[in-house]
């Protein structure tokens, strides 16, 4: 099964969150409380839960305070299955089903949780899957996984065995709980003894009513039966008598070649053991003279080595003084060069100081002008009336003197006079001289009065309309000139140039006052000059404080040459010392090792010495117990007994080759079980004969024989209940025994791919010398590391958390090649040191290109070695 997409609205604290997820391993970061465990909690709800549950868990996921439905939805490819899955609980509860392979379908309520419990059960291990899941806020211990049918199932594969425990796990339940209807599980003892005595019982009435007289002709039939059936089983006894006496002739006859094989075998060992002996003793030989030349030879070696060393060390020791006396002079030279150094700083210092004082003194006055300028542009703002809203306000009057002197116009009478020829009149009592073809014109906006001399007199009286407009253009005028008179200014085109002069002294201004700001910077006018003052008193101070009589450099660029110029100096005197330090050191080291070589030298030699003369000792005291000759005609000897011991082995071996033991035990164990049934069967019929004898001695012809039937029949049916209840009993038991003997031989051969799994795994986390030890139950119990074996309960937090993940990691990969389930791990390797993490991270990446792998964490770098994780960050 693979996850594709998982979708929560409402749940708990998670308003709205889409999860995708990769194939391989996807990394979920986020803080805590976010809400990477819901997660978790919501696609088990979905895969468990119906959306009418009631139960308190399904009802917390609900959002606090609030009465809305909590919906999941998840894709997921699962076996030849793709679908997509979705629940809402608590309000507006529904299930939704949408199936899109292999078939599209897609289903609601009931049926769509029926249909996904079924895809899922028949596709994926529910057991593994929970298995495989390591929550929050829990110990991750071994895994248990023996309960898995699927990885059972990979297992069996991966041994190459027919059938799986876990296929066989519904056989063994009912074969033991068949073996526990007959016997104790505990103890193994029988439970039939009620059944033998309802048997005694019957028995009992039988033997009652065949001592009616009614069972005279029953009892005589069998009687007679039983009589002919003995002399058959008498009969038969002698040739099957005759068959078991061949039969267990053959038998001792293989019995006695496979003695005389084991015996034979007994005495190969031994003859090897004796031949052992005198070669190990011929080798030891062997060995001691060859070590006791190569001692002589190394010990010549080591007297070179020590008269070479003696020399040496006389070398060694007056370089070493030599390079103690330059040591010194350079520490005395350095001294005053550093003396030097720091005068020539100090003056350095000091002539920065000044620079910098003469700027600070620069940006003093700078600051000062600036000051200057800024008052000049107020004074220029302050001599300005006009301000954008009186101009705004000029504007609108000046527009609706137009507006008004407009309308005023278009309503006045045109008055027009034409002149013929040249002529006077008057207007309005004023006289107009009004030359030939040319026109006059008048607006009259009141009564207007019109006369030519000697002729005629007219009067003009336009309408009311056009006195009122009139009225209007006179106090839009009036507006006009109180405008004017705010602003300062005779006209418009004055104000706007005064509107014009005021944006440029605020803009200049603005300028000024942002050059001020960035030339003092954080400082103030006070703290400059406070600062400009304490810079001039320390230039003074340093003058008359100065320790050397030289002349200061002539400027900053001079002194900067003389430090220059003592630091390198240091720095020569820096490098030659370091150079006489490491000649010394070098010296100091050489003579060292030179006195040390002499000394394990000679020390080597005293002990090869020791060593040469022990194991010469040793040498001639063997060879007075035993010469070599001697030795090695016995070796001879003991190599000639070993082949012939090995000789009649292999003639016994031989023999028993030809013999087929297991048909021969097979027919001896046939013959006795043959002469055992006739026994028994004749034991039987003897018993029986006497029982009829007895019933026929007492028997009475009065009238009993439905009593008699119904009593033998009841005793017979009962009979053959009890035999075959005991056959089943036996066969039970034998059942019973093999399964369980089966089962055991299973679960070790499971462990076999399990453990190489969890160990490839550990070496890439632990080292190459990682193994470790399962349990029946596919636990685990120990591990071993550098030779060490450790149980798992003695092994840390950490490394009991590490290896619970890599069994999980080893199972899912297992199982991938049907199918799989993904492997998610909340919260983990909070325990783990950095480099552990990085083997880890490894490990994880490793099963990731086999299983999915889902990671969630609230710290990020604890991850951050798995490489080719797909980060999710919420």
Same mark, same amino acid.
């Given at each position: 099964m693979?996850? =594709?997409?998982?979708?929560?609205?409402?749940?708990?604290g998670v308003v709205?969150?889409?999860?995708?997820?990769s194939?391989?391993?996807?990394?979920?970061e986020?803080p805590?409380?976010?809400?990477k465990s819901?997660?978790i909690e919501?696609?088990?709800?979905?895969?468990?839960?119906l959306?009418?549950?009631?139960?308190k868990?399904?009802?917390a996921i609900?959002?606090?305070?609030?009465d809305?439905?909590?919906?999941?939805?998840?894709?997921?490819?699962?076996?030849?299955?793709?679908f997509?899955?979705a629940k809402?609980?608590?309000?507006k509860a529904q299930?939704?089903?949408?199936?899109?392979?292999p078939?599209?379908a897609q289903l609601?309520?009931?049926?769509a949780?029926?249909?996904?419990?079924l895809?899922l059960a028949?596709?994926?291990d529910?057991?593994l899957?929970?298995?495989?899941?390591?929550e929050?806020?829990?110990?991750?211990r071994?895994?248990?996984?023996?309960e898995s049918?699927?990885l059972a199932?990979?297992?069996?594969?991966a041994?190459?065995?027919?059938a799986?425990?876990?296929d066989? @796990?519904?056989?063994?339940?009912?074969?033991?709980?068949e073996?526990e209807?007959?016997?104790?599980l505990?103890?193994?003892k029988?439970r039939?003894?009620?059944?033998d005595?309802?048997v005694?019982?019957l028995?009992?009435?039988v033997?009652?009513?065949?001592?009616a007289l009614t069972?005279?002709?029953t009892?005589?039939?069998d009687?007679?039966?039983?009589?002919?059936?003995i002399q058959?089983?008498?009969?038969?006894?002698?040739e099957?008598?005759?068959?078991l006496?061949?039969?267990?002739?053959e038998?001792?006859a293989?019995?006695?070649i496979?003695?005389?094989?084991k015996?034979?075998r007994?005495?190969?060992a031994?003859?090897q053991?004796?031949?052992?002996?005198?070669?190990d003793e011929?080798l030891?030989?062997m060995?001691?003279t060859?070590?006791?030349?190569?001692?002589?030879?190394?010990?010549?070696?080591k007297?070179?080595?020590?008269?070479?060393?003696?020399s040496?060390l006389?070398?060694?020791r007056?370089r070493n003084e030599a390079?103690?006396?330059?040591?010194?002079?350079l520490k005395?030279?350095?001294?005053?060069?550093r003396?030097?150094?720091?005068?020539?700083? @100090?003056?350095e210092?000091?002539?920065d100081?000044?620079?910098?004082?003469?700027?600070?003194e620069?940006?003093q006055?700078?600051c000062?002008?600036?000051?200057e300028?800024?008052?000049?542009e107020?004074?220029?703002?302050?001599?300005?009336?006009?301000?954008a809203?009186?101009l705004?306000?000029l504007?609108?009057?000046?527009?609706?003197?137009?507006l008004?002197?407009?309308?005023?116009d278009l309503?006045a009478?045109l008055v027009?006079v034409?002149?013929?020829?040249d002529?006077? =009149?008057?207007?309005?009592?004023?006289p107009?001289?009004?030359?030939?073809?040319?026109?006059e014109?008048?607006?009259?906006?009141?009564a207007?009065?019109?006369?030519?001399?000697g002729l005629?007199r007219l009067r003009i009286?336009p309408?009311?309309?056009s006195?009122e407009?009139?009225?209007?253009?006179?106090?839009?005028?009036?507006n006009?000139t109180?405008?004017?008179?705010?602003?300062?200014?005779d006209?418009?085109?004055?104000a706007?140039?005064?509107?014009?002069?005021r944006l440029?002294?605020s803009?200049?201004l603005?300028?000024?006052?942002?050059?001020?700001k960035a030339?003092l910077?954080?400082?103030?006018?006070?703290e400059?000059?406070?600062?400009v003052a304490?810079?001039r008193a320390?230039?003074?101070?340093?003058?008359?404080?100065?320790?050397?009589?030289?002349?200061?450099?002539g400027?900053?660029?001079? #002194?900067r040459?003389?430090?220059?110029?003592?630091?390198?100096?240091?720095?020569?005197?820096?490098?030659?010392?370091?150079?006489?330090?490491?000649?010394?050191?070098?010296?100091?080291a050489?003579?060292?090792?030179?006195?040390?070589?002499?000394?394990?030298?000679?020390?080597?030699?005293e002990?090869l010495?020791?060593d040469?003369?022990?194991?010469?000792?040793?040498l001639?005291a063997?060879?007075?117990?035993?010469?070599?000759?001697?030795?090695?005609?016995?070796?001879? #000897?003991r190599?000639?007994e070993?082949?012939?011991?090995?000789?009649?082995?292999?003639?016994l071996e031989?023999?028993?080759?030809?013999c087929?033991?297991?048909?021969?035990e097979a027919?001896?164990l046939?013959?006795?079980?043959?002469?055992d049934r006739?026994?028994n069967e004749?034991?039987?019929q003897?018993?029986?004969?006497a029982i009829l004898?007895?019933?026929?001695?007492?028997?009475?012809?009065?009238?009993?024989?439905?009593r008699l039937?119904?009593?033998q029949?009841?005793?017979?049916e009962?009979?053959r209940s009890v035999?075959a209840?005991?056959?089943?009993a036996? @066969?039970?038991?034998?059942l019973?025994e093999?399964?369980?003997?089966?089962r055991? #031989?299973t679960r070790k051969?499971?462990l076999?791919?399990l453990k190489?799994?969890?160990?490839?795994?550990?070496r890439?986390?632990?080292?190459?010398?990682?193994?470790?030890?399962?349990a029946d139950?596919w636990?685990l119990?120990s591990?071993?590391?550098?030779?060490?074996?450790?149980?798992?309960?003695?092994?840390?937090?950490?490394?009991?958390?590490q290896?619970?993940?890599l069994t999980?990691?080893?199972?899912a990969?297992?199982?991938?090649?049907h199918g799989?389930?993904p492997?998610i791990?909340?919260?983990?390797l909070?325990?783990?040191d950095?480099s552990r993490l990085?083997t880890?991270?490894a490990?994880l990446?490793?099963c990731?290109a086999?299983?999915?792998?889902?990671?969630?964490t609230?710290?990020?770098?604890?991850?951050?070695y798995v490489?080719?994780?797909?980060?999710?960050?919420?």
């Amino acid at each position: 099964m693979k996850l =594709l997409r998982l979708s929560l609205e409402n749940w708990r604290g998670v308003v709205v969150r889409n999860i995708d997820f990769s194939d391989g391993v996807t990394l979920i970061e986020g803080p805590n409380e976010i809400g990477k465990s819901t997660l978790i909690e919501a696609l088990r709800t979905l895969f468990a839960e119906l959306d009418s549950s009631n139960k308190k868990s399904v009802k917390a996921i609900q959002p606090v305070g609030e009465d809305v439905g909590s919906r999941v939805e998840a894709e997921v490819v699962t076996g030849q299955y793709h679908f997509v899955y979705a629940k809402t609980y608590n309000r507006k509860a529904q299930t939704t089903l949408r199936i899109l392979k292999p078939e599209p379908a897609q289903l609601t309520g009931r049926e769509a949780h029926e249909r996904a419990e079924l895809m899922l059960a028949s596709t994926i291990d529910m057991s593994l899957w929970n298995a495989l899941l390591v929550e929050q806020g829990k110990e991750i211990r071994g895994a248990g996984l023996s309960e898995s049918a699927g990885l059972a199932r990979a297992l069996d594969e991966a041994v190459g065995s027919a059938a799986s425990e876990q296929d066989d @796990a519904g056989v063994f339940e009912r074969v033991q709980a068949e073996y526990e209807q007959y016997f104790s599980l505990k103890t193994g003892k029988p439970r039939l003894a009620k059944l033998d005595n309802e048997v005694e019982v019957l028995e009992s009435a039988v033997d009652q009513a065949k001592t009616a007289l009614t069972e005279v002709i029953t009892d005589t039939a069998d009687h007679e039966r039983c009589i002919a059936e003995i002399q058959r089983l008498e009969s038969a006894g002698p040739e099957l008598q005759g068959a078991l006496a061949k039969r267990q002739a053959e038998w001792e006859a293989v019995s006695s070649i496979e003695q005389q094989g084991k015996a034979a075998r007994a005495d190969l060992a031994t003859a090897q053991q004796l031949w052992e002996v005198v070669r190990d003793e011929e080798l030891r030989r062997m060995r001691a003279t060859e070590q006791c030349d190569q001692d002589l030879g190394a010990l010549e070696n080591k007297r070179r080595e020590v008269t070479i060393f003696s020399s040496r060390l006389e070398q060694t020791r007056a370089r070493n003084e030599a390079a103690d006396l330059r040591l010194r002079e350079l520490k005395g030279q350095l001294k005053e060069a550093r003396s030097r150094l720091a005068i020539a700083r @100090a003056d350095e210092r000091y002539l920065d100081q000044l620079a910098e004082l003469e700027r600070e003194e620069q940006r003093q006055q700078q600051c000062l002008a600036l000051s200057e300028q800024m008052a000049a542009e107020r004074a220029v703002l302050n001599g300005i009336s006009v301000n954008a809203e009186r101009l705004d306000v000029l504007q609108e009057a000046e527009r609706q003197l137009q507006l008004a002197r407009g309308q005023r116009d278009l309503a006045a009478t045109l008055v027009e006079v034409s002149a013929l020829k040249d002529f006077t =009149l008057e207007i309005d009592g004023e006289p107009l001289d009004v030359r030939s073809g040319a026109l006059e014109t008048r607006h009259a906006l009141a009564a207007l009065s019109i006369t030519i001399p000697g002729l005629a007199r007219l009067r003009i009286v336009p309408s009311q309309t056009s006195a009122e407009l009139e009225e209007k253009f006179l106090e839009a005028r009036a507006n006009v000139t109180t405008a004017l008179k705010r602003c300062g200014v005779d006209t418009l085109a004055e104000a706007f140039a005064a509107d014009a002069r005021r944006l440029q002294a605020s803009h200049t201004l603005g300028t000024l006052s942002d050059r001020r700001k960035a030339l003092l910077g954080d400082d103030d006018e006070a703290e400059l000059e406070a600062r400009v003052a304490q810079k001039r008193a320390n230039c003074a101070q340093y003058v008359n404080e100065r320790e050397t009589e030289e002349a200061l450099p002539g400027d900053l660029s001079q #002194a900067r040459l003389h430090v220059k110029r003592h630091d390198q100096k240091m720095r020569e005197i820096e490098q030659a010392l370091e150079l006489a330090q490491s000649d010394h050191e070098a010296a100091r080291a050489d003579f060292e090792q030179v006195h040390a070589d002499q000394r394990v030298a000679s020390q080597a030699v005293e002990g090869l010495e020791a060593d040469l003369q022990r194991r010469r000792a040793e040498l001639s005291a063997s060879e007075l117990a035993e010469s070599s000759e001697s030795l090695r005609s016995r070796l001879q #000897a003991r190599a000639r007994e070993k082949e012939a011991v090995e000789a009649k082995l292999r003639s016994l071996e031989k023999q028993l080759a030809e013999c087929s033991v297991e048909s021969v035990e097979a027919l001896l164990l046939n013959a006795r079980a043959s002469c055992d049934r006739l026994q028994n069967e004749l034991l039987e019929q003897v018993k029986r004969r006497a029982i009829l004898d007895d019933r026929l001695e007492k028997a009475q012809a009065d009238g009993r024989q439905e009593r008699l039937d119904e009593a033998q029949r009841k005793l017979i049916e009962l009979k053959r209940s009890v035999a075959a209840e005991k056959r089943r009993a036996a @066969a039970a038991k034998r059942l019973w025994e093999c399964i369980n003997q089966h089962r055991d #031989a299973t679960r070790k051969a499971y462990l076999r791919p399990l453990k190489e799994g969890i160990e490839m795994l550990g070496r890439i986390v632990f080292g190459a010398d990682f193994e470790i030890a399962l349990a029946d139950d596919w636990s685990l119990s120990s591990c071993t590391r550098n030779g060490r074996t450790i149980p798992f309960e003695a092994l840390s937090v950490g490394a009991k958390e590490q290896l619970g993940i890599l069994t999980r990691l080893a199972a899912a990969k297992i199982v991938s090649r049907h199918g799989g389930v993904p492997v998610i791990i909340d919260d983990a390797l909070g325990f783990s040191d950095p480099s552990r993490l990085e083997t880890m991270g490894a490990a994880l990446a490793y099963c990731g290109a086999h299983s999915q792998i889902i990671l969630l964490t609230c710290t990020p770098g604890r991850f951050s070695y798995v490489g080719n994780a797909e980060r999710v960050r919420l």
